[in-house]
């Protein structure tokens, strides 16, 4: 059964850092991409970042570029979002997602509070 | 970037009726030597994270039944649900996921009457 769960979500005060993390299970590892989505409360699906499968390739949205890094440790099965320079609108719950032709296994998703 | 704009944003309808939900892309979706337009319908009930439902913009996903079905082409594309269950109560999403960012429309609410 594929699982994700997502970790190292909290309260943080506006400009402070916080990481995520994702661990996958269920399913080989090194055979797909890694993304991250992220919903804000009562609002619509943005999506964050990705990953390639041997983590040489990563994208990201323009709202969190330069302050957001994923990454991902293929033999802990592990993905995270080191997210820095935190503001109030990166409030959300953060969802780890697999990519394959869609977006296929979603975790519960971590919730992220910016707020002072 | 590539906008997907849903239409409409909210639909009410009786059970056993037909629903169309319209996703339109600012650009062409279709993805490199696939030559196939790369779009991904969501359906997300309260309190849940998505369920992907349509990929390729006609492909059913794992499991997901066949009253939902996916078409459109070159920048215009619908889901539509056949014959409206109880269940299919829910905010549908489409994704266009052949260049990054892999951007989402805004999301229709699905009611019923």
């Known amino acids: 059964e594929v699982q994700l769960v997502e970790s190292g979500g909290g309260l943080v005060q506006p400009g402070g850092s916080l990481r995520l993390s994702c661990a996958a299970s269920?399913?080989?590892?090194?055979?797909?991409?890694m993304h991250w989505v992220r919903q804000a409360p009562g609002k619509g699906l943005v999506w964050v970042s990705h990953?390639?499968?041997?983590?040489?390739?990563?994208t990201y949205a323009d709202s969190v570029k330069g302050r957001f890094t994923i990454s991902r440790d293929n033999a802990k099965n592990t993905v995270y979002l080191q997210m820095n320079s935190l503001r109030a609108d990166d409030t959300a719950v953060y969802f780890c997602v697999r990519g394959d032709g869609g977006l296929d296994y979603w975790g519960q998703g971590s919730l992220v509070t910016v707020s002072s | 970037d590539i906008v997907m704009t849903q239409s409409p944003d909210s639909l009410a309808l009786s059970l056993g009726e037909r629903a169309t939900i319209n996703c339109k892309s600012s650009?062409?979706?279709?993805?490199?030597?696939?030559?196939?337009?790369?779009i991904n319908w969501y359906q997300q009930k309260a309190g849940q994270p998505p369920k992907l439902l349509i990929y390729?913009?006609?492909t059913r996903g794992s499991g997901v039944p066949d009253r939902f079905s996916g078409s459109g082409s070159g920048t215009d594309f619908t889901l539509t649900i056949s014959s409206l269950q109880a269940e299919d109560v829910a905010v549908y999403y489409c994704q266009q996921y052949s260049s990054s960012p892999y951007t989402f429309g805004q999301g229709t609410r699905l009611e019923i009457k």
């Open positions: 990953i390639d499968e041997p983590g040489s390739s990563t």
């Open positions: 390729w913009a006609s």
């Open positions: 269920g399913f080989t590892f090194t055979n797909y991409w």
């Open positions: 650009q062409s979706v279709l993805f490199g030597s696939h030559n196939r337009n790369h």
